[in-house]
């Protein structure tokens, strides 16, 4: 069973850009969330989605979002980029029925200059 | 959800016994434990959860103490690719797929 993808892996933008991040989650998984992981902040969470709809929010401004595809993809967007957004953003996806465990992806690396 | 405190780094040899240590005392009857590693560069990777009895699976032990205010995750034979950050986390388990991570321990396993 493939796990988590996340696309692109690694990827450079400058200030002011936007940035879109793409996740597939595990086959029959329905839930995706997305967590921002820096040395500063350690592991955030962003958000999260069911059948396509957000249904828990972390505390990041605005220009982050995302959205849930009917087939359970998932991305996620910044924008106006800035250098602190500079991060490993990593996609999980569990299949949110019961106690459940969360399937985290390799993460996309994201930089800012 | 409730705070958890863990040591910030621990060590352990090689084919020994690693203990990490939990404290959740402000945890609140649902509440689950749940415990993740990060290797480093990769995700964050499901070990186990538990309640309040003891559990075991094929990659660790956890045992929550009879009040539930802390907990130790137990790894039976230590090796280098346990080395990693475990964190220890405590959530109701219906509320969503929201985790709050803590600081986690940093595990060295040497040889």
């Known amino acids: 069973k493939a796990g988590v993808t996340q696309t692109p892996r690694y990827l450079i933008k400058t200030r002011g850009q936007q940035v879109t991040l793409s996740c597939s989650p595990i086959?029959?998984?329905?839930?995706v969330s997305w967590y921002q992981q820096t040395p500063g902040q350690g592991l955030q969470f962003l958000f999260e989605?069911?059948?396509?709809?957000?249904?828990n929010k972390g505390n990041f401004p605005g220009r982050f979002s995302g959205r849930q595809f009917s087939n359970s993809r998932s991305e996620m967007n910044v924008s106006t980029l800035e250098l602190g957004d500079s991060a490993l953003y990593l996609c999980?996806?569990?299949?949110?029925?019961?106690?459940?465990?969360?399937?985290f992806g390799e993460g996309s690396r994201l930089t800012v200059l | 959800d409730a705070k958890t405190t863990q040591p910030p780094s621990m060590d352990c040899a090689e084919g020994r016994a690693a203990n990490l240590p939990c404290n959740h005392s402000?945890?609140?009857?649902?509440?689950?434990v749940y415990w993740y590693r990060q290797i480093h560069s990769q995700g964050p990777q499901y070990i186990i959860h538990?309640?309040?009895n003891n559990e075991t699976n094929e990659m660790a032990s956890l045992i929550i103490t009879e009040d539930r205010k802390s907990s130790t995750l137990i790894l039976p034979h230590a090796t280098l690719r346990d080395t990693a950050v475990y964190y220890c986390?405590?959530?109701?388990?219906?509320?969503?797929?929201?985790?709050?991570f803590g600081t986690g321990t940093r595990l060295q396993v040497f040889p």
């Open positions: 989605y069911f059948s396509e709809t957000q249904r």
């Open positions: 086959s029959g998984h329905r839930s």
């Open positions: 402000t945890i609140s009857g649902n509440e689950y």
């Open positions: 999980a996806s569990s299949p949110r029925q019961g106690i459940r465990e969360l399937f």
């Open positions: 538990g309640l309040k």
């Open positions: 986390i405590v959530r109701v388990a219906p509320s969503g797929d929201k985790l709050i």
